[in-house]
């Protein structure tokens, strides 16, 4: 069973930082883009920021400067370290890979992390 598991959320001020973290297991045979979105009350859910199995990064404009993806190819995980938080960066996080399985192609989702951002 496939599965993608985030961790690393929690409450923290303006102006602090997280790290988070999503794990890939399962019987993958390659995993591409590897990426974190967000979605906060009310609104759609958003791209954060996503990263090729090669390292090529793409990020929103809202997070550019502050946010950095990483992965480690090798453990299957991609972490999100976040840095200069504001309020406006409340949301679930998660995280999504588009992954090469034994049959087949198929892109998966974490369940979310939950980053609030207050005083």
């Known amino acids: 069973q496939v599965q993608l598991v985030e961790s690393g959320g929690g409450l923290v001020q303006p102006g602090g930082s997280l790290r988070l973290s999503c794990a890939a297991s399962g019987s993958i045979v390659r995993i591409s883009v590897m990426g974190w979105y967000r979605q906060a009350p009310g609104k759609e859910r958003e791209l954060v920021a996503t990263?090729?199995?090669?390292?090529?990064?793409n990020y929103a404009d809202s997070v550019k400067g502050r946010f950095t993806i990483s992965r480690d190819n090798g453990a299957r995980t991609v972490h999100l370290q976040i840095n200069s938080l504001k309020t406006e960066d409340t949301a679930v996080y998660y995280c999504?890979?588009?992954?090469?399985?034994?049959?087949?192609?198929?892109?998966?989702w974490g369940q979310g992390t939950q980053v609030t951002v207050s005083s």
């Open positions: 990263i090729t199995s090669i390292g090529t990064t």
């Open positions: 999504k890979a588009n992954m090469d399985l034994w049959t087949g192609l198929k892109v998966y």
